[in-house]
């Protein structure tokens, strides 16, 4: 029985090659937006949480880059919506603290948003922020300094109090300089 439905599953698409060419197109979809949506597991160690909980995706970027990616800063793409270099931020807490900041002071516009966020963040994490709704962002305010979880050659995990709780921030060294390449809520309990 499962046999002869497996098989007459497997030669439906082969009828014809219009039935045949839209499967494989659909399946590429399906492929290309369940990459999107982040299928790929993360490479990097995420810190231990006591009580991990969920993460709102809809208000959170997630782009963990593979050793094989080039990572380029967002701001090679889109300058800042006024023309103005942004400074250069060395430490990797004062780069979590700023980018967090722009993340939680969401205004409505979310193009302004965005700008003010791209000298900070990896070209993936830049193009994963077009899709949030700005509404969603639960954080307003950081709470308290950042905190340096662990720190490799080219990474730095970060917690960074806000008013709706620890963002865990993944910095990655490019070019000397130190850009977000995830954002994470991290929610305790239920």
Do not use: N
Not at 165 to 190: F, Q
């Amino acid at each position: 029985m499962f046999a002869s439905l497996f098989r007459a599953v497997l030669r439906w698409p082969m009828y014809s090659p219009r039935r045949f060419w839209t499967i494989v197109v659909a399946l590429g979809v399906c492929v290309l937006l369940l990459g999107r949506c982040g299928g790929a597991p993360q490479t990097a160690a995420a810190p231990a949480s006591p009580a991990p909980g969920t993460l709102s995706s809809s208000a959170l970027a997630v782009a963990t880059p593979s050793p094989a990616q080039t990572v380029t800063p967002a701001r090679e793409a889109e300058p800042p919506i006024d023309g103005a270099p942004q400074a250069e931020v060395e430490d990797p807490v004062d780069v979590a603290e700023v980018v967090v900041t722009a993340w939680a002071t969401a205004s409505g516009d979310r193009r302004r948003w965005r700008k003010d966020l791209a000298p900070y963040v990896t070209t993936d994490l830049y193009r994963q922020l077009a899709d949030v709704d700005l509404s969603t962002i639960p954080a307003t305010e950081l709470t308290g300094s950042a905190q340096l979880v662990e720190r490799g050659d080219d990474f730095a995990h970060l917690r960074v109090p806000t008013d709706a709780g620890p963002v865990l921030v993944t910095l990655t060294l490019t070019d000397d300089r130190w850009l977000a390449s995830s954002l994470l809520l991290e929610t305790i309990g239920g």
